[in-house]
């Protein structure tokens, strides 16, 4: 049975970073997927695909609100996958998840929420200014 499991979410200043981390089990290393890192605001029900990485290839895509501050990767070994997130502002402040997911599109790893079933039970991340 899959299962993902965040952690490192916390309160931080403007400026600073955090490096959140997603522990995924009971899936097959030798398969291929989708990682994703989303986000949610509280109030708004959508979340935010901010962070991708295709397992095949170590490919990575990012949103464009996050493009140069977050940086996803991946240790097979420990089958965990990190979003390192800097230079944080207020707007990122939000719930963070991880899914597990298997939609492409154009080699791309599609990041809507909906394109996911697997999901972890969220970390929260607060920045203050």
């Known amino acids: 049975q899959v299962h993902l499991a965040e952690s490192g979410g916390g309160s931080v200043q403007a400026g600073g970073s955090l490096r959140l981390s997603c522990v995924v089990s009971?899936?097959?290393?030798?398969?291929?997927?989708?990682v994703v890192w989303f986000r949610q605001i509280p109030g708004k029900e959508e979340r935010e695909g901010v962070a991708?990485?295709?397992?095949?290839?170590?490919?990575?895509f990012y949103a464009d609100s996050v493009k140069g501050r977050f940086a996803i990767s991946r240790d097979k070994a420990k089958k965990t996958v990190y979003l390192q997130m800097n230079a944080l502002n207020a707007e990122d402040t939000a719930t963070y998840y991880c899914?597990?997911?298997?939609?492409?599109?154009?080699?791309?790893?599609?990041?809507?929420?909906?394109?996911?079933?697997?999901w972890g039970q969220g970390t929260q991340v607060t920045v203050s200014s």
């Open positions: 009971g899936y097959g290393s030798s398969g291929s997927g989708c």
């Open positions: 991708g990485i295709y397992t095949g290839q170590d490919s990575e």
């Open positions: 899914a597990l997911g298997w939609s492409m599109y154009g080699g791309r790893c599609l990041m809507g929420q909906h394109d996911f079933g697997y």
